[in-house]
């Protein structure tokens, strides 16, 4: 019988996922959990030897949902902050990362099977993941993301497909429903005594929910793996991506509340991406560890008309290697991680004058070179059964080089080295029980974004932004105890010059970036699951978030914008594998500040969703997928701003401040899976 669990990480006794475990008895009557895929319970297994906040969300987790990005992918992940834009875009922050970011993503590292799908500036992107082929996907919340070579605030999100030798056979998938939405999949998986491949094409399309949000995309996704003996294999992965979406835009509090479909159709916004990334891994076993080390390429062509047409073409290559060792020093066992990941690449960024969405006369070309080197280390000790002292750290060397060849006198370059340790003890008084504590740095360097800033009526150009540094002290627990299962992290980040963003001239000029001198970061993140009977389960999150001002000259203590102090999850889960129905929440009980001067909230909303699933044979499910069911209206996200401008209800006109993003609507979707 499987029970359905948002904590990926609890089921300590066998380091496996609690998002699909099988209960089974031994003879003594002791309950032991089994997963069905060794690889993931593999990395359970590492990530439960993390120090603090780390998870592991499996594919089946979000199997029976339309997921089109990763707010649906990681929906019941502790700590993960994921709003509605529209389309794949969406933003995802953790521990504040990226705060005031009103597009894309920042202080996060995303990466796919291990490689960064970030720039060598290591700003970020996430519409070329497609959770869809994923067979798990590793969450490590800030300075978690060590192994990674991870520095940033947030941490890092890396997105696992399959081999195959962990999904053999056919894998067919078609789901849609409203908006004229279909997708579709088809997976097929190999496996021998000498390696294995598999591969996976996706088709994902729809008109949106709101006008001017069409999308429409193209994946493959594949890897071979090959013995070259009992102890070396090599693997080769590559994808490739054609992704159309139009931008709906932001709209007004008034246009959410009254008019959500309403969309920007003013120079036919858009993000037209094609990209291909390759990569190979290499891993050699060894007698006490193992060895891996490769190399890869990633290559982005951007069309991306907004205020201008932002024409980009970019290439980023890089190198990683890490070694793990096991052993022991005077009777107590001793682990030791080395290892450097180096990213280095080149962007040709031109700009054109926005005429109904096509190039017209050219406003700014700038050649645009980055590298990022993280080399990290961590040595763990176990003094006594159950504790280990963790100690570590990353180092981090970047540099940034503008060349304006429209405004030479706007270049510039930058360089970044900065050290972060990390220190930690992990407590395990029984198999299904751990308690963690850790204090962290984390360093974020600016990206082009932040360094290549277009004043108000000057030419975009070099903007010297320093990096962003923190000192973050976490402490949790995470175990299984009877019916209950639960994930809990309390944090608090001291930070330096924070990237925060405003917009100069809304609608025209994009986000500018300052550092803030102190702001803190203070939170909860906590997951709890529990298993009442065989054939009914709940699962929470909730997220407590203190983000504030320390003793600002301008803006004080006060509260910074965009995510709400409270944010609540829960999903009941009624049936057994043949057929379940699962009724959800997502509940804001207070609305986010808007403006770095509080003078502005938005309202608090409460979304119904529902989902059901049915086997009709083995290895064919019916799935549904049904969302904002009361087809509520509400704010879900919000670019900050310095301060609201509010609508003046006296006049026809809408003069309100135009920075938010409405909820979804109301989207019946279903479909249908196949495995054989």
Known sequence: MRHHSGLRSISLCALALSSAPAFAEEADGRRIIV???PMIEAAAARVQRAPGGVDVVAADAF???????????????????????????????????????GFHMRGLTLLQDGIPLNLADDNGDFQELDPQVFQHIEVYRGGNALRF????????????????RSAPGVDLRVDGGSFDTIRTKAAYGYADERGDAWAAITTDRSDGDRDHGKRRSYRFNGNV??????????RFYASAQNIRQKLSGSLSEKSVLTNPTRGNFVGDQARDIDSIRLQNRTTIALGNGALAFGLFFNAK???????????????????????????????MPVEVTLGSQARFGKVTARQFVNIAGDRGAPTALVQQRAQTINSYGEA?????????????????????????????ARSGDASFDAFAPKIGLLYEPSETLQFFANYSRSVELPGFSELSQTPAGGAPGFTPVRAQKAWTAEIGTRGRIGIAAWDISLYRADIKGEMLQYSVIAGVIPAATFNADKTRHQGIEAGLQLAFTPWASLRQVYQYSDFRFRNDAVYGDNRLPVVPRHFYRAELRLGNDRISVSPSVEWLPQGAWVDYVNSKRVGSYALLNLGAQAQLRDGVTLFLDARNLTQKRAVGDISALVRYAADNIATAADEGSVAFYPLERRAIYGGVRARF
């Not at 951007?302 to 009777?331: C, M, N, T, W």
């Not at 006594?384 to 503008?402: A, F, N, Q, S």
């Open 63 to 101: 199997e029976d949902k339309v997921a089109v990005s990763l707010r649906d992918a990681l929906t019941f992940s502790p700590g993960v902050y994921t709003q509605p834009r529209f389309g794949q875009e969406v933003r995802i922050s953790i521990r504040g990362s990226g705060l005031s970011r």
């Open 225 to 234: 793996g090959v013995k070259i003996s009992d102890t070396i294999e090599t």
């Open 380 to 408: 763990r000790i176990a003094p006594m059964p159950g504790l280990w002292l963790i100690g570590g750290g990353v180092y981090t060397h970047g540099e940034r080089k503008i060349d304006n060849r429209f405004a030479p």
């Open 35 to 37: 997963t069905a895929s």
């Open 149 to 164: 070579g991870g520095s940033t605030l947030g941490g890092a999100i890396n997105a696992v497909t399959p081999t195959g």
């Open 301 to 331: 062509d951007l069309y991306h008309p907004i205020f201008q047409v932002i024409d980009q073409k970019s290439e980023d290559r890089g190198a990683f290697a890490s070694l793990d060792l096991a052993g022991d020093l005077g009777g």
